[in-house]
């Protein structure tokens, strides 16, 4: 263990093997880390918090803060991490509202700087959130997803696995698992091919998704024939998770990128330029 001199660490802090903490880090009482996490200097751990093993907080991170809510009770939850996380510059997660109630970050996860984790947060493993992603309150974000920088996500919405959100992205729907959603219009633009690829998907059940996509967003279904028709034909394997997912929810689902009804601009045609128009008048 290797504690800065300049640190501030609170007796009441439980800190496991191997842990390394900088100058000017401040780590409250009634804080758990596991072996080998490393703090940065300027970071703060405030009551509330357990992080599992080798877990990285860089510079200036603050990590459980009280939630952001006008209503906040006087007693408040916690924030309970896994193993294997890196939270960059800045990130900030907020503990969650209620006592029998966590913020929770998986395993392996990577939040890069000025990144926010609302309260009541569920994050599971594998996911990155790109610079400034934002997470409102109560937001559940799935294995593997994959948040780009600048993204808002409204409080209670959910990303389904394997998600990939663009840029941007303005998140008020909740994103099924293995999507792909667009920054600029917030809408869906297909599926997350390359993750499905890489995460070691078969053929076949890509080639199930891209069915399950059409019965969901090409066929104009009422929708509880949609979920009727997945039941019926899809019961194992990844489309068996995205029916499932689609059962839930408050906030409704990000709906498919259509082309607009015609041109946006009109394409001038030989008998529209005016030098055409004088020579056959003349």
Not at 83 to 104: G, I, M, P, Q, W
């Amino acid at each position: 263990m290797s504690i800065h001199p300049l640190a501030v660490v609170s007796p009441g802090a439980r800190l496991g093997a191997g842990v390394r903490i900088a100058a000017f880090a401040t780590v409250e009482d009634d804080v758990e880390l596991g072996d080998h996490c490393t703090v940065g200097s300027g970071a703060v751990l405030k009551s509330g918090v357990t992080a599992g093993s080798h877990n990285e907080f860089a510079e200036h991170v603050v990590i459980g803060g009280a939630p952001q809510h006008v209503a906040r009770p006087k007693d408040i939850g916690r924030v309970v991490i896994g193993d294997h996380n890196v939270f960059r510059e800045y990130v900030t997660v907020h503990r969650a509202l209620k006592t029998d109630v966590t913020t929770s970050v998986g395993s392996h996860n990577y939040v890069m700087a000025g990144a926010h984790l609302g309260h009541d947060v569920t994050v599971g493993n594998n996911c990155i959130f790109a610079n400034g992603a934002l997470l409102g309150g109560h937001v559940t974000v799935e294995d593997r997803a994959f948040v780009s920088g600048a993204v808002a996500v409204h409080q209670f919405v959910r990303i389904g696995r394997l998600a990939m959100v663009g840029g941007h992205a303005r998140v008020v729907q909740d994103i099924p698992p293995f999507m792909l959603l667009d920054g600029q219009s917030g809408c869906i633009v297909g599926l997350n091919n390359v993750g499905l690829r890489r995460s070691g998907h078969s053929a076949d059940d890509i080639a199930d998704l891209k069915a399950a996509y059409r019965v969901i967003y090409r066929r104009g279904l009422p929708w509880k024939e949609v979920l009727d028709t997945l039941r019926r034909d899809f019961t194992s394997g990844p489309v068996a998770h995205l029916r499932d997912f689609l059962g839930g929810g408050t906030r409704g689902f990000s709906q498919e990128r259509r082309a607009p009804p015609a041109p946006t601009l009109r394409i001038r045609v030989p008998e529209d330029d005016p030098a055409a128009v004088r020579a056959k008048a003349g």
